[in-house]
Each structure stands twice: as structure tokens, then as C-alpha cells.
């Protein structure tokens, strides 16, 4: 029995354990509840095929999902000081950069790719939420910069994608400066009268959406998304009233003429390139 319980037992436990079962095979819906088999999921393009809950995407996801055949390339965006300020609150922000660098592969929270949509060369800068919760840093700031003059430089159309809970804390006044620096860069997009879209998507808070993101020519929104400045939550604690129902979703915005459109995720590919054949036809006319 030593033999068996010794040797054997472990060598099936391990072949069967825990472990070798992915955690996420099943996804509940944050929505109705309903738990959908991962690939169901992945080919709804992560929304809910029972209450149409729009889940979050990655960014790998939504760059194929909007370029023509999904082809795009990436760009890099310049290099910048990792910890400005030598911040630490409960561990080193270096040491959360260098965490949130292993986890998502990547420099930090904004990606900028260009392609065509629609036939349309698009300059896109894109958060990528799972890096520090999207927030807003001077490495964002300059990519921000970055996208707006590649797009000026191959007149191309802008599109901004952002999901982020903010201005990034850790870096305290050089985030915030980035607030201004993104709006003087739109400026540039549009003195060089190139098109600025905005595709809003959960959650949209903070300093991003004090700034470069309620400024597009459009503005265009995923269902159910949270977009506003502070929180729900706070602010009913503020001015001691119970908000609208709905208040800060994305329908609720558009009902109050702040936003333009909110589309389907399935729809975006075809409404971004209607959006883009009608300016261009409007613009050589």
C-alpha cells in the first residue's frame, strides 16, 4: 500500500490536478448572470449572447475587430522617465510598473496602431485597461502626442479608444499636466483638419474624461459603458441626492446630448468606416 500511496496516488494527482483545468473555461455575465463557455463568448466578440452585456476586450481583440482584415501595425511610442517622483505608497510604483509590464507584455497603458478602416488610413491610440487600470501617465500623455502627429503627418483620421479609471496618482502632477497636453495635441489634429473620432468604452472616468475624450468630432460609445468624471457613488454622497437611474451609462449620455451614437460592439467595423467615407466625401467635394 506504501508503494501505491506513495508513488502512484501523487502521479495521477498530478496529471488531474486543479491546476491543469483553465480557471476562465466559463465566464459569468456581470449583466444577467449567465455563465457562457469562453469560446461562445470569444466568437460574440465578448458580448453576452442572453442580455447583449457588452464585457471588456482586449486590445489585441478590438485592433482586429476595426481594421479592414484586421491588419494593422503598431507603433512605439517614446521612452520616458518609469518613476518621475521615486513614489511609493504600499510597494515602489516601480515595482507596479515592472508587475503590470509582466502581465500585459507590454510598455504601459496606450497603444497606438494605424491601418485602414473603411478604406481610410486611421492613426488609433488605444488603452489598454489591464495595465494599471488604463490610468493616465507622462507615457500616455506622450503617446497620446505621438498618435495625433503620426496622424497629422500621413493625414490620416484620429480615433482615440479610451478605457481608463484616470489620471495615474503615482505620478501626481506630471499626470494631470497630461490632461492639457492631450487637448493642445487634438488641437493640432484639428488645425491640420483631419477628423477626430472617440470610441468610449467601460469604463471611461477620471482626468481622460475631463479631456481628450468628450473632445471628438464624434463621439461614439459602446452599450452600458460607465463614462463620467467622479463616481456614481461619490457623488451621491456629495450633494446628498439619489442619482437617475442609469445615471453615467453610456445610454443615459446620449439621451442628454452628450454623446453622438452608441453602437453594438458587432457594428463598429461598418459604422466607423460609413462615419469615414461621409467625411472624406464631404471633404473632396
Not at 478590438?62 to 501595425?73: H, K, N
Request: hydrophobic share 40%; with cysteine; charged share 20%.
Amino acid at each position: 500500500m506504501s508503494w501505491l500511496t506513495n508513488f502512484v496516488r501523487p502521479k495521477i494527482q498530478a496529471l488531474v490536478r486543479k491546476a491543469d483545468v483553465p480557471e476562465n473555461l466559463w465566464i459569468k455575465c456581470p449583466g444577467c448572470g449567465q455563465m457562457i463557455f469562453h469560446r461562445d463568448l470569444e466568437a460574440n466578440l465578448h458580448v453576452c449572447p442572453q442580455c447583449h452585456h457588452h464585457l471588456r476586450i482586449n486590445y489585441q481583440q478590438r485592433l482586429s475587430l476595426l481594421f479592414d482584415e484586421g491588419i494593422y501595425e503598431k507603433i512605439s511610442g517614446p521612452k520616458t522617465e518609469p518613476d518621475p517622483l521615486k513614489f511609493r505608497d504600499q510597494k515602489r510604483y516601480s515595482d507596479r510598473l515592472k508587475e503590470a509590464q509582466a502581465k500585459t507584455s507590454e510598455h504601459d497603458a496606450l497603444i497606438i496602431a494605424e491601418g485602414t478602416i473603411g478604406g481610410h488610413r486611421t492613426v488609433v491610440a488605444l488603452f489598454n485597461f489591464s495595465f494599471m487600470a488604463g490610468s493616465m501617465g507622462v507615457a500616455v500623455g506622450e503617446g497620446l502626442i505621438t498618435a495625433a502627429l503620426r496622424a497629422i503627418e500621413t493625414k490620416s483620421a484620429f480615433l482615440t479608444i479610451p478605457a481608463s479609471g484616470g489620471a495615474r496618482m503615482q505620478e501626481g502632477i506630471l499626470s494631470l499636466m497630461q490632461m492639457p497636453r492631450s487637448v493642445i495635441a487634438l488641437d493640432k489634429v484639428r488645425k491640420a483638419k483631419l477628423p477626430y473620432i472617440v470610441l468610449l468604452t467601460d469604463p471611461t472616468t477620471g482626468g481622460v474624461s475631463a479631456s481628450f475624450a468628450m473632445l471628438g468630432d464624434i463621439a461614439i460609445a459602446e452599450p452600458g459603458c460607465v463614462i463620467g468624471f467622479a463616481g456614481a457613488r461619490v457623488i451621491e454622497e456629495t450633494i446628498r441626492e439619489k442619482l437617475p437611474e442609469g445615471f453615467q451609462k453610456s445610454e443615459y449620455l446620449l439621451d442628454h446630448g452628450m454623446i453622438d451614437m452608441v453602437v453594438h460592439r458587432k457594428d463598429l467595423p461598418q459604422t466607423l468606416a460609413k462615419i469615414l467615407n461621409h467625411i472624406h466625401s464631404n471633404t473632396h467635394t
